[in-house]
């Protein structure tokens, strides 16, 4: 009888060190590498269209986490910086084929370094001189069916 106790015992402790592992791993490897991996394949996706003609690839960016307003959600994005002589209705007009949904392919005019969607959270590395040249912000938001993403800690 004593036995058996002992055996119950360590298969008890056994149980409940796998499970405080099993948490530990996923939620300080697992998810956040997932998370960011997610990120990375928004972006991948970006660069897979070819920049406008006349437009030059400056900078680029994409993160996950609670990118924007309070609450606990995972968000991934992806912005790539271009400095073009076309207009913001030229940009819209050559990504709008691209867009899967209303969260792809956004143009907005670039004005310094901080990233306006991302609530001036990120930065790009934005040259100090840039009088005269028009540079835009083509950026996505992304999602995930990764049952555990939120379980990283930047979804906090």
């Not at 360590?10 to 499970?19: D, N, R």
């Not at 400095?83 to 899967?100: C, F, H, S, V």
Request: a negative charge.
């Amino acid at each position: 009888m004593k036995k058996a106790g002992r055996i119950i015992g360590i298969a008890m402790i056994s149980l409940l060190l796998g499970v405080i592992l099993f948490y530990f791993l996923l939620t300080f490897l697992i998810a956040p590498a997932v998370n960011d991996q997610t990120a990375e394949t928004l972006y991948e996706e970006m660069l897979q269209i070819p920049l406008p003609e006349g437009a030059d690839f400056c900078d680029s960016r994409y993160l996950a986490g609670n990118l924007v307003g309070n609450g606990n959600k995972m968000q991934y994005f992806a912005a790539i910086l271009l400095r073009t002589d076309k207009t913001g209705e030229e940009l819209e007009a050559y990504y709008a084929p691209y867009r899967e949904d209303e969260w792809h392919f956004l143009v907005e005019i670039q004005q310094g370094a901080a990233i306006s969607p991302l609530e001036g959270r990120e930065e790009f590395s934005f040259p100090e001189e840039t009088r005269g040249e028009e540079y835009y912000i083509v950026y996505s938001w992304g999602r995930s069916d990764f049952p555990f993403q939120d379980w990283d800690l930047r979804a906090h």
